[in-house]
């Protein structure tokens, strides 16, 4: 069965930087493209990044454009999301997903918390 | 990057029916039939309940439907049972090959 399982969360100060990772197994993962969403808490569903299967085309929000790099590592079947210049206002739970045509997620992971504070 | 709009609450007896809208532009719901609806309870990951504006993955009871007309979407749900109280995130494709999301809306089950 599809799992993905997300690490790397925690507490941060303002600035610094975090990577997260999202593991993922029971389908092909070379060939689906991966999305990282997140919820800060209390709060809705915001759209991070995407990165195709290839890992060659990549997107991402305006609220994290600049300083989060979505990559993959499809020998490892691994997605990370690398977070860089941390601000309170990033402070979420960070969830990956299984793509469909940049359509939809079919599959979310439990998620990770990151909390950016001082 | 603009969120859709989803009214923040909505609620229903057992037994009713309910529709949750998902309003957004021609940038996105009304330019594409790429809405999908997303069940959450507390605590938990998102579940994907529609696709593609009106389709059901395997396992999602077909009380569960959508439908869209121009910049608007709609998710109903018809035979509410409690179960079924849980917030719901609406989401579309976006010129610039992006996802929005909806704010969500809480269902209540009275």
């Known amino acids: 069965q599809v799992q993905l399982v997300e690490s790397g969360g925690g507490v941060v100060q303002p600035g610094r930087s975090l990577r997260l990772s999202c593991a993922a197994s029971?389908?092909?993962?070379?060939?689906?493209?991966m999305h990282w969403v997140r919820q800060a808490p209390g709060k809705g569903l915001e759209w991070v990044a995407f990165?195709?299967?290839?890992?060659?085309?990549?997107y991402s929000a305006d609220s994290v454009k600049g300083r989060f790099t979505i990559s993959r590592d499809n020998s490892k079947n691994t997605l990370d999301l690398q977070m860089n210049s941390l601000r309170a206002e990033d402070t979420a739970v960070y969830y990956c997903?299984?793509?469909?045509?940049?359509?939809?997620?079919?599959?979310w992971g439990q998620g990770t918390l990151v909390t950016v504070s001082s | 990057q603009s969120a859709l709009t989803q009214p923040a609450s909505v609620s229903g007896s057992p037994g009713q029916s309910i529709t949750i809208s998902c309003t957004g532009t021609?940038?996105?719901?009304?330019?594409?039939?790429?809405v999908s609806w997303y069940q959450q309870h507390p605590g938990k990951a998102p579940k994907l309940m529609i696709y593609d504006v009106s389709n059901r993955p395997s396992g999602v009871p077909d009380r569960f439907s959508g439908s869209k007309s121009g910049n608007t979407a709609s998710l109903t749900i018809s035979g509410l049972q409690a179960e079924d109280e849980a917030d719901y995130y609406c989401?579309?494709?976006?010129?610039?090959?992006?996802?929005?999301f909806g704010g969500g809306t809480k269902l209540t089950v009275l």
């Open positions: 989401t579309s494709y976006a010129s610039g090959s992006t996802l929005v």
């Open positions: 997903g299984r793509d469909r045509g940049l359509k939809y997620l079919d599959y």
């Open positions: 021609s940038s996105d719901v009304g330019g594409y039939n790429y």
């Open positions: 990165i195709w299967s290839d890992g060659n085309d990549k």
């Open positions: 029971g389908f092909p993962f070379s060939t689906y493209g």
